[in-house]
């Protein structure tokens, strides 16, 4: 019976020990690696290669004061199954971090597609689509530098016409007016352009994959900047 | 900065100069050059086919102009994998190759202009054209 007892003693501070150990090396390890990260993020802060490489930290919500410029973008979206390039003009609100422009998009080769026509009967055309779009982009900058780069995220949405030619058709088709949104990381490199990655639901191409990768590349004229 | 959104800018526009206007790239002055200065009048179009998966005849047809707003010109049946056609040039011609798989009929149109292109040599126009136009009649992998 004694012996009994001392051995369910022992195997509950047995249990009771090896716990307190699991859970103290779970704390002291979950504690490296918050301290490892913040040291990282000091080092990135207080550290920078270049003195105007210094990192601020910003609230992605305020806003400054309102400098419209004119601008121009260049870019492509694309997936497994399509590719698209990507063109525009339009206004560049750097004070704010919003653009409003007019692009226009297309598919640069011919691709065979197959749809069908009418009961057990289908097509096989080469196709090409094209799109008009005015868009819209709000950008949120969490990260600046001191000379004047930002890395931040943005939240974009195309309202445009879209339409397919097909060789031997006359007639276009699968045109729609449509509303295309997009979102993803925005990189201002410098105080004239501006690089973004995202994705973008590209639903209205009827015979390929909607979910595609958006890059584009911004060019703005920009007034204030240092000579 | 601004200097290279300038020189970015020139460029482009030079780009866009050069290859929408001016001169073509075509346009030469060499005497010893061979120079076909009149037109012609018709050319081969080269239809490609593939194997009909439903092992009968494949349906051919040719129109003049596109193929829901042109001509039908000849429709015919073969097993052959190319069939050649000769005709007058200037004009847009589309064909159709319908094949069976399974309970179901797959067409495939393909389309385009029959043109031959022309150039300057030494203030000379000279025309120079494909052997054959290709309709791409094949099935899609």
Redesign the interface.
């Known amino acids: 019976m004694f012996f009994a007892c001392s051995t369910l003693e022992s195997f509950i501070y047995f249990y009771i020990f090896d716990m307190f150990i699991n859970t103290t090396d779970m704390v002291l390890n979950n504690f490296r690696k918050v301290l490892l990260s913040f040291s990282l993020l000091c080092f990135l802060l207080i550290i920078p290669l270049k003195s105007d490489g210094q990192p601020i930290l910003t609230n992605p919500l305020s806003g400054s004061y309102f400098q419209p410029h004119f601008g121009i973008n260049a870019g492509t979206f694309f997936n497994h199954e399509d590719f698209l390039f990507d063109f525009g003009l339009g206004l560049e609100e750097l004070g704010y971090d919003f653009s409003i422009t007019f692009n226009g998009s297309f598919r640069p080769y011919y691709k065979k597609v197959l749809f069908e026509e009418a009961d057990n009967l289908f097509y096989q055309v080469q196709e090409r689509v094209l799109q008009f779009s005015i868009d819209f982009e709000k950008r949120f900058y969490f990260i600046q530098f001191m000379n004047s780069s930002k890395i931040g995220v943005y939240a974009m949405m195309k309202f445009g016409y879209f339409y397919g030619t097909y060789k031997g058709l006359k007639k276009n088709r699968n045109d729609t007016f449509t509303i295309t949104p997009g979102a993803g990381l925005s990189w201002q490199f410098s105080k004239i352009s501006r690089l973004n990655l995202g994705y973008l639901y590209f639903d209205q191409n009827p015979y390929a994959n909607p979910h595609t990768i958006n890059l584009k590349l911004s060019l703005f004229i920009n007034k204030d900047e240092k000579k | 900065?601004?200097k290279?959104?300038k020189y970015?800018l020139i460029a482009l526009s030079l780009i866009a100069i050069n290859t929408s206007c001016g001169k073509s790239n075509d346009d030469i002055c060499d005497p010893n050059q061979i120079c076909y200065t009149s037109k012609p009048n018709e050319l081969y179009i080269k239809l490609e086919l593939s194997t009909n998966p439903g092992s009968g005849p494949i349906e051919v047809s040719l129109y003049k102009?596109?193929?829901?707003?042109g001509q039908l010109f000849d429709t015919f049946f073969t097993t052959e994998s190319i069939e050649y056609y000769l005709m007058p040039t200037g004009e847009r011609y589309?064909?159709?190759a319908k094949y069976d798989q399974e309970?179901?009929?797959?067409?495939?149109?393909?389309?385009?202009k029959l043109t031959s292109d022309s150039y300057q040599n030494c203030e000379e126009t000279c025309f120079d054209w494909d052997e054959e136009m290709i309709l791409?009649l094949k099935?899609?992998d």
């Open positions: 900065m601004k290279h959104l970015t102009g596109f193929f829901d707003d589309t064909a159709t309970n179901d009929i797959i067409m495939v149109i393909d389309s385009d791409d099935l899609a």
